[in-house]
């Protein structure tokens, strides 16, 4: 876990240091586990397990020292969720382009080099278990709304997030080299949309297009996905046009006045 300077709260400091401990593991997390992930003695993680779950911000399972996050924090997530005008704009947009799809429809910003889902919505005919949840982060070079969101930097600031994340490997078609990838990031400029050919997770095909604000800066991109055996490249293909005109539409309503 990261320090704190000398200008933070070393107890505040600790707190983070749990939360975000808790939220890597996903389940449940002892105490020694916890102790050990932050680095804190037994004790000050317990003195700081007890205020939380006092406060609502963890639970703790009866009879036993594992300890998850609390319903609590969907109260301060909600909020920074519910502030964001492109969330509340989009809404409408991802339904309609769910209900014609019938795939999942995806809407994501950039933050630290991560790509971050601030909404979803499942498609009918979705039977398949994807990634992607609300506040999920994933990685820019190998999704297609973090390729539509990479396409709006200019090429050093790709190069300073992709070196500094680094480009894992998911499946056998995710691109790992530096420079094919920029190539890549080119032709999503030229074209106006990304794909991701099953290269962040197999069997799942995606297509993404970007949404522009007042000042046409990219901020925000949407995207619907599906397994290949049902979203097939000709059927992609046939939605992109209706997929960019939506792009259009929201970017509109955002004070993007040039249609595109």
Known sequence: MAKGSENTVQSIDRVIDILEALAEEKGVCGLTTLSHKTGLHKSTVHRLLNTLLQRGYIEKEPGNDNYQLGMKLLFLGSAI????????IAKPFLEEISKLTREVVHLAILDNGETVYIDKVEGTDSSIRMYSQ?????????????????????????DGILKEKGMSQYTENTITDINEFKAHLEEVRQKGYALDEREHEEGIRCIAVPIYDLKGKIIAAISVSGPVMRFTKERVADLQGELLKTSQNISYQLGHSIRR
């Open 81 to 88: 969720l519910d502030r964001m005008d492109i969330r509340r």
């Open 134 to 158: 609300i506040g999920k982060r994933g990685p820019v070079h190998c999704t297609g709304v973090g390729k539509v969101l990479l396409s709006g930097l200019d090429n050093s600031e790709v």
